[in-house]
């Protein structure tokens, strides 16, 4: 039977018939009576978070000594001395055990006298404190030579970095993350990466290290798709923090070690390390308005498509990278009906074969079921399809537009459209003339009235086709998460049943309120990167206000 992997970022308890408080039960191989003991800030910014939940060893004796984070959250810089003396505790006691006095806040920088009776009636008397502790952790999270666009394989559990390049690397600067507050010991400048070398990581506590094997190689890969188990979230950005608030025709495009993120509003796209998230720099616009959507193929070719109205000229730029100046690629006058601009995809290799599609936007007077298809064959575009769909619902204007994409490179082998249709959100696949064949039902949850089922995006990785669909929730604040699905799409006869439970499900993951609740439009793409061993999955949302990055590979391992 296959397996379906789902992962949850924000996690919603509902309680179902009762709220009562779950029993806090001691793990297997900690003490007999007292299993753990949780610390709770009892003030300021964080009250009510949990600091540390401290399994007490077996033989622990008289005095317990609780290891707390020297900073708050792990990754800040938000050091927690400040809240040692009013903390809160609780404790895991198994049934019949007592501590008396009760556990309230306490001044953990003394040692607070209890008395601990077991569940055999046996009475220890114990004393309760704590000390900040810096962290052993001392991982090696990301590698990139920036200069060459190489991002190295890191292998946790073999400790090694593979650079899969022929690029000269005798003398390369290196970036590099790890573990909150670790530190590299090497100098990262300058290095020679022809010949094995080594990357150690020191822990903030100065102490625990990780020694990383550096070499050009290719890991061998398995035969096809992603390996169950690689699944990674590779960060989860809050927009308010990267400055955005227009959620009107948000689009995305990768290229390189970059991601791009427009906000189709005139303004040049601002681009990130695909990795990390972490801001680089503006993209090129050159002659492109940047009112309209931008796209990404399968090997980091970028398009940008300029907003036209019906009977205006439809321009679209290609670029090879976020700083080169884009390249008119395609002109074409608007005779679908429709105004057009905001969602547009793109699968293969735009400098080889590919299909792209502009989805035709509905308008206040009419729905639209139309889109446009382009061609590509040598690289070169062929002439404007106009295709209007069959068997499926009008969409509407807005947040209701939904994004279509190619099923491959080859316009023969269909698509796939899904869009906002009251609670009715179906993901529908199109053959090559635009007539419905399959489809997927809207998610059995009950909750498809407050979920746009309106973002796809395919692609090829290792031998397997690929499609996301990304679901923003239109009520973040009422607990209905957004939702990422990702289907193989290689064969279509698994494509039956709901979006959430089709047999051609292979991912799942879903997002809760992150940041500022602006409107229920967003993007996803897949992007493989260009040694072929990783596939990410880029999201932004800006109803539950985030950019995020869940990334695959195919190493065989």
């Not at 779950?22 to 793990?27: G, K, M």
């Not at 209890?114 to 008397?125: I, M, P």
């Not at 290290?209 to 070499?215: A, L, S």
């Not at 080889?352 to 989805?359: E, G, H, L, S």
Request: proline content about 4%; some cysteine; glycine content about 10%.
């Amino acid at each position: 039977m296959k397996k379906i992997l789902y992962l949850t970022l924000v996690a919603i308890t509902t309680a179902l018939g009762s709220c009562q408080k779950p029993d806090l039960v001691p793990a297997v191989g900690t003490d007999a009576d007292m299993g753990s003991l949780t610390v709770k800030f009892a003030s300021g910014p964080f009250r009510g978070e949990e600091a540390i939940r401290y399994l007490i060893p077996a033989n622990a004796k008289e005095k317990i000594i609780i290891p707390v984070p020297w900073f708050y959250p792990e990754s800040s810089s938000n050091e927690t001395d400040v809240y040692m003396k009013e903390m809160k505790l609780e404790a895991a006691l198994v049934n019949n055990a007592k501590i008396s006095p009760s556990l309230s806040i306490l001044d953990l920088t003394k040692e607070n006298a209890f008395t601990l009776t077991g569940a055999d009636g046996t009475v220890r008397n114990i004393t309760i404190s704590a000390v900040r502790t810096k962290s052993s952790k001392s991982a090696l999270t990301f590698f990139s030579i920036e200069a060459l666009g190489v991002t190295g394989l890191i292998d946790q559990n073999a400790k090694t970095v593979s650079l899969i390049t022929a690029e000269d690397l005798s003398n390369v600067d290196v970036e590099v993350s790890v573990s909150p507050h670790a530190t590299v010991v090497e100098p990262l400048t300058h290095m020679n990466l022809n010949a094995p070398s080594t990357i150690t990581v020191l822990a903030h506590d100065g102490v625990s290290k990780t020694v990383y094997q550096v070499q050009k190689m290719a890991p061998p890969k398995i035969t096809y798709g992603f390996r169950s188990g690689s699944q990674a979230l590779s960060f989860n950005l809050k927009l308010d923090d990267l400055g955005y608030s227009n959620g009107s025709k948000p689009s995305l495009a990768a290229s390189g070690n970059f991601v791009a993120v427009s906000t189709g509003d005139g303004s040049a796209p601002k681009y990130y390390n695909r990795s990390t998230g972490k801001y680089v720099g503006v993209m090129t616009l050159g002659a492109a308005a940047g009112n309209g959507a931008i796209a990404s193929d399968a090997k980091g070719n970028i398009l940008l498509l300029d907003q036209a109205a019906n009977g205006a000229p439809v321009k679209i730029y290609k670029s090879a990278s976020m700083t080169a100046t884009p390249a008119s690629f395609i002109t074409w006058t608007n005779t679908s009906g429709f105004p057009l601009g905001s969602k547009l995809s793109v699968n293969g290799d735009l400098n080889d074969k590919a299909v792209i599609i502009a989805t035709c936007e509905g308008t206040s007077g009419a729905g639209s079921k139309s889109f446009v298809r382009w061609t590509v064959n040598g690289g070169v575009a062929g002439s404007a399809e106009v295709v209007d769909a069959s068997g499926i619902p009008y969409w509407g204007s807005g947040v209701n537009i939904g994004k279509m994409s190619s099923r491959s490179n080859d316009a023969n082998d269909g698509s796939f459209i899904g869009f906002y249709d009251g609670g009715n959100d179906n993901l529908y696949y199109l053959n090559k003339s635009g007539a419905m064949t399959a489809s997927l039902a809207a998610q059995t949850s009950g909750n498809a009235w407050g979920i746009n089922n309106n973002l796809t995006d395919a692609k090829e990785f290792n031998n397997a086709k690929y499609l996301a669909l990304y679901c923003p929730s239109h009520f973040p604040n009422w607990g209905i998460n957004s939702e990422l699905y990702l289907y193989d799409v290689s064969g279509m006869g698994n494509f039956s049943g709901n979006v959430n439970s089709s047999n051609a499900l292979v991912f799942s993951a879903n997002y809760g309120q992150l940041g500022s609740i602006v409107s229920a439009s967003g993007d996803v793409l897949i992007a493989p990167t260009t040694d072929g061993y990783k596939m990410q999955v880029f999201t932004i949302d800006f109803n539950t206000g985030n950019f995020a990055c869940y990334e695959f590979d195919c190493i065989d391992k």
